[in-house]
């Protein structure tokens, strides 16, 4: 069970591989094509165990998890290296090695700055505080370390290959660039090679997916139709088509604010506790044989709730508050774990024993908690801060009742009722006195009478054993033999205790919390099927009822505060990364203007965010957010590709719309390849289950509706921003802008 998550966190990027070159093939149509640009993804992965390694980074959840998740991007830049080595070859003259270096250089600025927005949003995470800085950097790495060694891989091994396996090069090229490759015996017998091995895949590939290829060719014929005449429409009314795109983005943010909102999603841990409290003073062997009945009905059930075993400790509990130890013979707990395939999750097992349970503890309190994940804390937690204990549990009893209500609340748990019986010995102060007794001897006395001292040893061979002196079991076993036990003096005969001091019955506190120098009464609650930002809200509303008390505060801590911390940094991360972002544009483009117009795709993206997780029931919480993160970098690729395109044609000649309309055409399918290779890319993670799932569906559900949106937001809307922003320019828009000092063609 201890692989299982990495078993499913490979199978998640195996299968997100073989979506992605699949994509590639339904577009490139050449398995030669797509073996190029697809062996780029096991180099780079294989490359990137390399520098966890050196970097200290183990195998666990989140690096392999960040793998899985950037597996479609790994592509990207072989697609463009390809693409442009391919274009040149078909328009320029030159062999095989000068076109593919020179298709290489034309691109190299373009691909760099594209990794480097991409790796820029990872930056900020060595500044997000809380939980979430410590669970996401070994993602956060692992996705750089394979995104550079991605471009490094475009940069030498694609086109190395393209100049081996002859891409582009036909029968009827010239003799001399047959002797070119013919020099290389070896290469030329590993072209041979591979020459047979892909035209027999090619037949294979064609017939197998037959009719997949054909409604393909016809959604694809419908997009390349349609997309023109979207633009037309779209350019023609720049100014409404901007205000509508910016008035769903409004809507798109109003929408993430009803979301709910928590620290971490809920998980499936397949195990779990049930703290059981008879009444106090309950004796052990009681205890042992209620606790024993429970046993007996969950084997019964075994099957029903999919129990695999069960471990019982009585008179001994672990707590779930910060990891309070108890001990006491009324208590016991039940560690539960269930069976790995099981049809249903955690908490409808801890409900199916929930019910077995009622008809035989009858008048206990009964507790179920699972492990706290990625916190030591419970989801609600709310401390009252005081010094007088009885204000105190008076203030907690009114808490847990005005709370007891709220959706979502259960196992309410407040150690402001938790109460031992004891008896209290008040000394008189005079009366000792007279009888020469100080109030330090008194209950020295009696401690040592009933606890007992330590008198000796006695050896046994190699083991000691402690010998206790106390009062006799039937002389304290009651509150009036206690009152009969004596105490000694230092002059005269011993003084019953009854004669200088007052015992009487009371309940003391059963354990007194304490946060920096004050008491604190503490109220707890699981929670199921509510966000905790909800709960909390509706927490709130009812404290506001509470009567306020000088000396006493009531704060709602708990998870809630570590979610805050968390999203709060994150939320600053991601300003920090959209800034960073710009930076890179702005250097490349040696321009403010185009740039910005760029990073409009940003809160269009969020638009897909807001509707994927409204639609799926997710929340906003610490994993959505690095998917949001992730997407400020990957969102922008395309509008990169689609703006420069602009650019280049308008420096070509061009007037500002028809460079709009040449770039929508020749970039419409490159765009879309990156894109969908990204985002069925990470539908695995999104989709495959098992230990983990659920902390990492939320990052890759975030990429692809964020990217998704993004896309057709660049296709349709940007155009329409270019044109509004462009009129901003000194010269109105009427100039081509300048070309950057060093030649980056940003081919995709």
Do not use: C
């Not at 149509?29 to 050196?54: C, D, E, H, Y």
């Not at 748990?413 to 938790?418: H, I, L, Q, Y």
């Not at 709009?660 to 989709?687: D, H, K």
């Amino acid at each position: 069970s201890t692989l299982l998550p990495y078993t499913t966190l490979f199978r998640s990027a195996l299968w997100g591989a073989v979506i992605a070159i699949l994509i590639l093939y339904f577009f490139l149509r050449s398995i030669k094509s797509t073996f190029i640009i697809g062996i780029s993804i096991p180099v780079s992965i294989v490359a990137t165990f390399n520098l966890m390694f050196f970097f200290d980074i183990t195998w666990n959840v989140m690096s392999l998890g960040g793998l899985a998740l950037g597996v479609g991007l790994l592509v990207d830049n072989a697609i463009v290296v390809l693409e442009n080595i391919f274009r040149i070859r078909e328009t320029e003259e030159g062999d095989g090695e000068e076109t593919a270096g020179r298709g290489v250089e034309e691109v190299s600025t373009a691909i760099t700055a594209s990794t480097l927005t991409n790796i820029a949003v990872f930056f900020p995470i060595v500044f997000v505080a809380g939980i979430a800085g410590q669970i996401f950097k070994d993602l956060a790495l692992t996705v750089t370390f394979s995104l550079v060694l991605s471009e490094l891989a475009a940069f030498t091994l694609i086109p190395m290959l393209s100049v081996v396996l002859r891409l582009g090069v036909t029968r009827a090229d010239s003799p001399e660039d047959d002797a070119a490759v013919q020099t290389r015996g070896a290469a030329q017998a590993v072209a041979a090679a591979v020459g047979i091995v892909y035209r027999g895949l090619e037949r294979i590939f064609t017939a197998l997916f037959k009719w997949p290829l054909a409604i393909f060719d016809a959604v694809f014929d419908v997009v390349k139709t349609t997309h023109p005449k979207i633009m037309k429409w779209t350019l023609d009314r720049p100014g409404s088509v901007v205000l509508t795109s910016i008035g769903i983005t409004i809507l798109a943010f109003g929408v993430l604010f009803v979301l709910g909102m928590e620290l971490i999603p809920s998980v499936d841990q397949g195990e779990f506790t049930i703290h059981m409290e008879m009444a106090t003073g309950t004796p052990i062997d009681v205890t042992d044989g209620k606790v024993e009945g429970v046993e007996k009905s969950f084997r019964k059930v075994q099957d029903e709730a999919y129990i695999e075993r069960m471990f019982t400790s009585i008179g001994y509990g672990t707590g779930r508050t910060e990891g309070v130890q108890q001990k006491s013979e009324n208590i016991a707990e039940i560690h539960i774990t269930l069976k790995q395939d099981r049809p249903i999750d955690d908490l409808k097992a801890m409900e199916r024993l929930r019910k077995s349970m009622r008809s035989i503890l009858t008048g206990a309190d009964i507790k179920m908690f699972r492990p706290t994940l990625l916190s030591y804390r419970t989801p609600v937690e709310i401390e009252i801060l005081g010094n007088n204990l009885d204000e105190l549990k008076y203030l907690a009893n009114m808490v847990a009742e005005t709370i007891a209500d709220v959706p979502g609340l259960y196992d309410i748990e407040n150690t402001g009722r938790e109460s031992n019986p004891e008896i209290r010995i008040i000394v008189d102060r005079d009366k000792a006195s007279q009888y020469g007794l100080t109030t330090s001897q008194v209950t020295d006395a009696i401690r040592k009478k009933i606890k007992g001292e330590l008198a000796t040893d006695l050896d046994e061979g190699e083991r000691q054993v402690d010998i206790i002196v106390q009062a006799r079991e039937e002389d304290r076993n009651t509150l009036e033999r206690i009152s009969e036990l004596s105490v000694p003096r230092a002059s005269g005969g011993p003084v019953p205790l009854q004669v200088i001091a007052d015992l009487k019955p009371a309940m003391g506190p059963g354990v007194i919390h304490r946060s920096g120098n004050s008491r604190v009464a503490l109220i707890t609650a699981n929670l199921s099927g509510r966000p905790l930002g909800d709960v909390v809200q509706d927490i709130e509303k009812r404290l506001e009822i509470i009567p306020k008390r000088p000396g006493y505060y009531l704060h709602i801590t708990g998870q809630n505060e570590e979610m805050q911390k968390s999203i709060m940094s994150l939320v600053g991360a991601t300003l920090l990364a959209m800034i960073l972002v710009y930076i890179v544009l702005a250097s490349l483009f040696e321009s403010l203007v185009h740039p910005f117009v760029i990073m409009f795709t940003v809160p269009y993206s969020m638009v897909g965010v807001a509707l994927i997780l409204l639609f799926t029931g997710s929340t906003l919480n610490v994993f959505s957010f690095i998917g949001i993160m992730m997407m400020v970098g990957i969102a922008v690729n395309d509008a990169i590709v689609f703006v420069e395109t602009v650019n280049q044609n308008r420096r070509q000649g061009e007037e500002r719309r028809q460079a709009l309309m040449s770039a929508a055409e020749s970039r419409l399918r490159p765009i879309l390849i990156t894109t969908l290779t990204t985002v069925f890319g990470m539908v695995p993670m999104a989709l495959i289950g098992g230990e983990g799932a659920e902390l990492r569906a939320p990052i890759a559900i975030a990429v692809i509706g964020g990217l998704t949106m993004a896309t057709i937001f660049t296709l349709v809307f940007i155009p329409s921003v270019y044109v509004i922003l462009d009129r901003i320019r000194p010269d109105g828009g009427a100039k081509p802008p300048k070309p950057p000092q060093e030649r980056g063609v940003i081919e995709s």
